[in-house]
């Protein structure tokens, strides 16, 4: 059983920073591509950026490109996303997803999923 487990939301001021980690319980996980979403209040769920699980290739959404950066590291089994230049509308409850294709990570509907960590950002 893969599990997914997120940390490092909380609540900081606009323009501020937050490092997110997303850590899996795998021995494969360099083969899977490693996504995150978010979900604001009364929103459906939203795809921020996504991991290749091979080349480490990256892609996000337009609202975050710049100031958004996903990354990975084999050692720790872990994918972080380092966002800057925060925004009240980067509020949400930001989940991890993962699965052996980049497509089904992309369109929601990776195979696992992290039970999320809230990330506030105050005026």
């Known amino acids: 059983q893969v599990q997914l487990a997120e940390s490092g939301g909380g609540l900081v001021q606009a323009g501020g920073s937050l490092r997110l980690s997303c850590t899996i319980s795998t021995r494969t996980f360099g083969y899977h591509a490693m996504g995150w979403f978010r979900q604001a209040p009364g929103k459906g769920r939203e795809f921020v950026g996504v991991?290749?699980?091979?080349?480490?290739?990256?892609e996000y959404v337009d609202s975050v490109k710049g100031r958004f950066t996903i990354s990975r590291d084999a050692a720790e089994n872990t994918m972080y996303l380092q966002m800057n230049s925060l925004k009240p509308e980067d509020t949400a409850v930001y989940y991890c997803?993962?699965?052996?294709?980049?497509?089904?990570?992309?369109?929601?509907?990776?195979?696992?999923w992290g039970q999320g960590t809230q990330v506030t950002v105050s005026s």
């Open positions: 997803t993962a699965d052996l294709s980049t497509r089904m990570v992309m369109i929601g509907r990776g195979a696992y």
């Open positions: 991991i290749e699980g091979r080349s480490t290739r990256t």
